[in-house]
């Protein structure tokens, strides 16, 4: 089970970035899908903080209170790929941002973003 993050980078506050997770090595329509982040406040020792998840034919999103109205979990089923869009970013929302399939407990490396004021 592989998971890789790309799209991250710098933004300006009120910008916009979208990230994307590639799968592969299970059957990627068959399982929910997770987006986390862990930021400066929180230490290596920490949890990683929920962003949001979406069900395995991607009609349903769940969304953690800081990310409901600026961010939007998606997926493609074809392309083995979930998105996370994020509008309106904040500079809070600078962090490294994982994907995360829970029944497998597989992490991808991680891919920052940092959100200047």
């Known amino acids: 089970v592989q998971l890789v993050e790309s799209g991250g980078g710098l933004a300006q506050a009120g910008g916009s970035l979208t990230l994307s997770c590639g799968a592969s090595?299970?059957?990627?329509?068959?399982?929910?899908m997770s987006w986390y982040r862990q930021g400066p406040r929180q230490g290596p020792g920490q949890e990683r903080e929920l962003v949001g998840f979406i069900d395995r034919d991607g009609k349903e999103a769940m969304y953690n209170d800081f990310a409901k109205g600026r961010f939007t979990i998606s997926r493609d089923n074809a392309k083995s790929t979930v998105y996370l869009q994020m509008n309106n970013l904040k500079p809070e929302d600078t962090a490294v941002y994982y994907c995360n399939n829970h029944f497998f407990g597989a992490w991808g490396q991680g891919t920052q973003v940092t959100v200047s004021s």
């Open positions: 090595g299970f059957i990627f329509s068959r399982h929910s």
